[in-house]
């Protein structure tokens, strides 16, 4: 039992978007996998990306997987569209530069905004924090809120620069 938040807490549930991203990065559209995608961000964005993901990250760890409380089923529930949309999201941008070349800024986007589904719907699935350290849901939601700012302002940036 002393294992268990180890094993089933939320990042879990990142799992399958991090096993998505791995297998399709390399079919995404030009500017992602060039190198001049980053070039001219400022490093602190960068940065500030980085560290809230492995925040994020970390948070999501701390929250151990649970059953038995109502907000669960609707949290699931979110969960699964956010995976869905995720999904959809990057396979409509690795198919729109085909069709909708001109497309550009909001398909590139989509994948970048639609993680505020699944993670809302992991955020609602938990209701605390492992090991005893104490629980506020303000503590995810912000995080995960910064992370994506920062995410999606390196996007924008980096397609400024790049159209």
Same mark, same amino acid.
Not at 116 to 121: D, H, L, R, T
């Given at each position: ?5 180890? /094993?089933? +807490?939320? &990042? %879990? ?9 791995? =297998? #399709? !990065?390399? $079919? *995404? ?11 001219? /961000?400022? +490093?602190? &964005? %960068? ?9 994020? =990250? #970390? !948070?999501? $760890? *701390? ?101």
């Amino acid at each position: 039992m002393k294992i268990k938040p180890y /094993i089933f +807490n939320g &990042f %879990l549930l990142v799992t399958p978007v991090l096993v998505w991203n791995v =297998f #399709l !990065t390399r $079919f *995404l559209p030009w500017p992602f996998n060039s190198k001049e995608f980053s070039a001219d /961000i400022p +490093n602190l &964005f %960068l940065y500030a990306e980085l560290l809230f993901r492995a925040l994020l =990250f #970390l !948070t999501i $760890f *701390l929250m151990p997987l649970k059953t038995g409380f109502k907000k669960q089923v609707a949290g699931w529930c979110i969960y699964a569209t956010g995976l869905l949309l995720y999904g959809l999201s990057w396979i409509f941008l690795i198919n729109c530069t085909l069709y909708f070349p001109d497309n550009t800024t909001f398909s590139f986007l989509l994948p970048s905004l639609t993680p505020v589904v699944w993670i809302a719907g992991i955020i609602m699935v938990t209701d605390n924090f492992s090991f005893g350290l104490p629980y506020n849901r303000i503590v995810p939601i912000l995080v995960s809120l910064c992370f994506l700012f920062f995410h999606n302002l390196n996007i924008i940036l980096a397609l400024g620069n790049l159209y």
